[in-house]
């Protein structure tokens, strides 16, 4: 606890958000700053992780937004959180099929991991690739932001009405343990629940305020330069008003206050309240849609169907099961949603109609 306790040196109490930040990125503490939490050996499996297919649809997608275009001679893609490489690497790969493309396209990867920045470097071997710490120094366009798995890690506020009042929670330190309690909201974080209409209901209110404030860049630069953001994550579409902070260690699920800076913190994406901020910053989203339909529209099945002819029974077996994984709604097929974000000025809406 005593890494931990630094975190409140300064104040008894901070807000959860604030908490988060520091619990999953801290230099010194952070999870994701210490270890590869991807794959068999770490703590979960992303859709990268389980089918080179997942990677493979979205590389078709960004081509067929290139075409889109008109081909231009330089596109920027921009992968937010690039986990450990996997996805680029298959993206790379898939680019390569169509030259044109993959001498048009430049890759721009965006991490905040020392850790995993360092993996990414040691596998991912391609002049066109690059890695940023700020997004603000993106500066050609069109651009395209990539995000998958990137919303639920980002840190999240929690209210709760209490009596027609609305209060935030905030961690402590209790007899060496981490605690929770709330306290009144100001007004100020109670004006920007109202603005999307967040305060009406009851239950836990849950708002990514620092996930909106890194937005508000990726926002300006697709007005400026024109593009898009294209996001694939677990959530919902509805209100939801409950607590959807959720811990995962060794493929497990683990106790929120236990294991603190050696577990992954996420949360379910209120994807409807992510429509409406896009919407606040002048950006049109068309549909939300699940993973399965994306993939779908795609031609995941069409290309199972002719790598099928080319492996032998236990590989196409293996490689029908990891599909299923994806678009089964058991599984992520419905709990992953899709939400593409784009300049108004932009008529590109594959797979979203």
Not at 161 to 187: L, P, S
Not at 198 to 222: H, T, W
Request: hydrophobic content about 40%.
């Amino acid at each position: 606890m005593k890494k931990i306790d630094k975190i409140f040196s300064k104040k008894k109490s901070i807000p959860l958000d604030v908490y988060l930040e520091k619990i999953l990125y801290d230099k010194n503490i952070g999870y994701y700053q210490n270890r590869n939490p991807f794959g068999v050996k770490g703590d979960y499996i992303t859709a990268p992780n389980i089918s080179n297919l997942f990677s493979e649809m979205v590389a078709i997608w960004l081509i067929s937004f290139w075409k889109n275009l008109k081909k231009p001679k330089n596109l920027t893609f921009v992968e937010l959180g690039p986990g450990n490489g996997d996805f680029c690497l298959m993206l790379i790969k898939t680019l390569k099929n169509f030259p044109e493309a993959f001498n048009s396209i430049k890759i721009i990867l965006y991490e905040k991991s020392k850790r995993l920045k360092e993996i990414q470097k040691k596998r991912i071997i391609s002049k066109r690739v690059s890695w940023i710490n700020d997004i603000k120094r993106i500066e050609e366009g069109p651009v395209i932001f990539f995000g998958n798995e990137f919303l639920d890690a980002l840190p999240i506020k929690q209210f709760k009405k209490i009596n027609g009042n609305i209060f935030e929670k905030f961690v402590t330190i209790e007899k060496k343990n981490i605690a929770f309690f709330f306290k009144e909201a100001k007004k100020k974080q109670i004006n920007k629940l109202n603005n999307f209409n967040l305060a009406s209901g009851r239950g836990i209110i849950e708002y990514p305020e620092q996930g909106f404030n890194e937005l508000d860049v990726i926002c300006e630069k697709i007005k400026k330069l024109s593009g898009g953001a294209l996001f694939i994550d677990y959530g919902y579409n509805s209100q939801y008003n409950q607590n959807t902070l959720q811990s995962v260690m060794k493929h497990k699920y683990n106790d929120i206050n236990k294991n603190i800076g050696k577990s992954d913190i996420t949360s379910l994406v209120n994807f409807d309240l992510y429509k409406k901020y896009f919407s606040s910053k002048g950006l049109y989203v068309e549909n939300i849609i699940s993973q399965s339909r994306f993939l779908q529209k795609m031609g995941i099945i069409e290309r199972f169907k002719i790598l099928s002819k080319e492996i032998n029974e236990k590989e196409k077996t293996n490689l029908y099961l990891r599909i299923k994984r994806l678009l089964d709604p058991k599984f992520m097929g419905e709990n992953f949603k899709v939400i593409f974000a784009k300049n108004k000025k932009c008529k590109f809406s594959l797979a979203f109609k």
